[in-house]
Antibody
């Protein structure tokens, strides 16, 4: 069945770089796009960026200067790297699969990231 | 960016009908989707493209609208429906989410 699993450090120090991995199963990264979405505690959802099925990437303009998304199709993994982290980057980070209708039908369980010294 | 506006909270009694609205700052055709999120869980897709029920979602949930005004309806509401409901548009880049409507049961 379709699964997405995020992994990465739970704690990052201010000004450091966040590296997260989304490992997928049950579908191919060359057939579906994968998005990263984050959620500050108790707040709403923010689209961060996407890795399209064809390898193209797009980023939220508010994060574009700090964000990079890549993938390894042989390992069924999508990677997120975001630099210069600050305390307001604290929250839960999700990867999610987009269908051709561009809704998000499967989500990972999320990884909680705290930015603190 | 397309701003999606939702009412922050609603309170209803079990068995009642509730409508949750989402208004877009610009047209999104029918590319509006709805998600349910319970505390400590990831969002779950309920409705895609305005009115299509996602797989496994009870028929108590329905969606309507096009252009800029959309509605998620739950009828009848059950106790398990206590959650926050988000709308999301995918017509205009970047895709955006509403701030969520927290549904509480009386």
């Amino acid at each position: 069945q379709v699964q997405l699993t995020e992994s990465g450090p739970g704690l990052v120090h201010p000004s450091e770089t966040l590296s997260l991995t989304c490992t997928v199963s049950g579908f191919s990264l060359t057939g579906y796009s994968v998005y990263w979405v984050r959620q500050p505690s108790g707040k709403g959802l923010e689209w961060m960026g996407r890795m399209r099925y064809n390898g193209d990437t797009s980023y939220n303009s508010a994060l574009k200067s700090r964000l990079s998304i890549s993938r390894d199709t042989s390992k069924n993994q999508v990677f997120l790297k975001m630099n210069s982290l600050q305390t307001d980057d604290t929250g839960t980070y999700y990867c999610t699969r987009a269908r051709y209708t561009t809704d998000f039908d499967y989500w990972g369980q999320g990884v909680m990231v705290t930015v603190s010294s | 960016d397309t701003v999606l506006t939702q009412s922050p909270a609603l309170a209803v009694s079990p068995g009642e009908r509730v409508s949750i609205s989402c208004r877009a700052s610009e047209g999104v055709n029918s590319y509006m989707h709805w998600y349910q999120q319970k505390p400590g869980q990831q969002p779950k897709l309920l409705i895609y493209k305005a009115s299509n029920l996602a797989s496994g979602v009870p028929a108590r949930f329905s969606g309507s609208g096009s252009g800029t005004d959309f509605t998620l309806t739950i009828d009848p509401v059950e106790a398990d429906d206590t959650a926050t409901y988000f709308c999301q548009q995918s017509w205009n880049d970047p895709y955006t989410f509403g701030a969520g409507t927290k549904l509480e049961l009386k």
